[in-house]
């Protein structure tokens, strides 16, 4: 046993730790069995290394128990972490706070400790660097395999309070909607911090590492996580690889803070992009939620900031986000509320280069950053359908005040009644009732123009094989609206509608009976020699 080379160790303790098949089982009932490997650490050092090897692969970690990751995880331990989940805990409240909205005073102490739990992370992280005792062991270790260099993911993947929905128990959580619904009790539940913004406080002040190589962030619902903080998270990951970033766009109600967390003077999430491209950076998977309007007679606000709303600061910061040297791949979701300046900033610029891009998708929202739509009514001829707005939809605004919630200024200890919550005002307000969708047919003014700036951007890519700008239209009639651009080697599910396109450049539209304007297919002509254009029906 202790002459077996650790690779063979290792492929045994594979197989003595497999889960049990519980396919059979509802997923809400399948529990998690405690390990079994912990025994078999104890037969020699060899077997030590191969089960701490699984042990410490993948570690959730709360931002409570810092101070035992940070004396556990030491030596060899450090080099098998591969993943890392971290849950940032809020400052609990009591029962009668969850009938009341967030004042200042509960997003200062929220700010405060998500700084905290941010900053304890990033000093343990930075400590590894300072050390030389994987170094020294690397060195002296008589384990017959050599250690490798400390590199893992790590996910932020929760932002949460003790007594935010089923965080404060299941079983109490249950009890409470049961006493909520027969009127016994006052809760706001989500609807509590659903505006509040969680952010890091002077973020200039983390310490920088090279340990990381992928990022991810999951944190958009229900505690919203200020874009710029995580920008200024990943600015200090100087190994970083991959971005794959699940944001909130979607505040809908109080329009400066939307325009603000896209774009604010000094600390702004557009501005922060670019000093992320780095030469590491290979990925860019980017999810910008925002819901659009469901009444599609509503005036969306525009999500720039005025005195010139026309100018979209986030697309241009992500278009130069896209252009770092080693950038392979990018993937743009929300879908995300976003201009032609994302392909190209405009006449007089300098021509954009991508030099590695091999695979670049958009799926853009049907608003318009200056508070315009993409898309608009079929002019064609169609049958009538029953209009559901009225004419004072048009005028609402999400500015507007409703009795949601008291005054900001009001003091906690004032012996106010419980704060209340009203849907439907509120849904009115923002455009999310009454449901009235008929905006499926490109607008002649402000599709043209985006499509333009995605064949120029084409042509600047040398070595693309896929290029995709999607819209989702959500439209009964099962309207679509997709501009795909494959290479000579690429295969879709569309080759089989048209016989003999494969081996060649294609873009195909995926428009129904509309089609782009000529200087929109001369760009293509002109950027990719060749190339077939190929339009299909719904």
Known sequence: MYSLPQEIIARIASYLDCEVDQSHIPLAFRQRAPSRLPPYATISRQWLYAIERRTFHTLRLKSTELHYFADILVGHRRTALAHLRFEVVLPAYDDAACARFEREKDRARNNEAFTDAIRGLFRVLKSWEGEDDIAKERRTSVIAVPVPTCSFALDLCEVYSPMDGVHRGLEKYNDDNFQYQLGRRNDLFHHRYEHSIIKILLPEDLPSFSCVSHFRVAVSYPRTVEPRSIAAMAEKLEGLRNIEWTLNDNEKKYVQVRQENRYTQNLDFAQSLPLLTRPPLQT????????PPSNHSFNPPPASLPPNPQIDHLSRSLHTLTLAPALTDIDLTGPIVISPSLFWLGEGEAPPLWPNVRRFHVTFGIETPDGGWYFERDPRPHEEEEDEDNEDDDDVSPTSEDDDEVAENE??????PPDTFHPNPTARLTGSLPHNSFRTFP????????LLSMARAAACMPVLRRFSLA???????GAQFEVMYLGKAEKCVYDRMEEGDEGKERVYWQVGGWRPGEEVGKAWDEGREGVLMRFLEW
């Open 443 to 450: 607008s002649p003014t402000t599709i043209p123009p985006l």
């Open 284 to 291: 860019l998977r980017l999810e910008y939620y925002h819901e």
């Open 471 to 477: 819209a989702e239209l959500h439209s009964a009639e």
């Open 411 to 416: 003091e906690e200890d004032d012996p106010l």
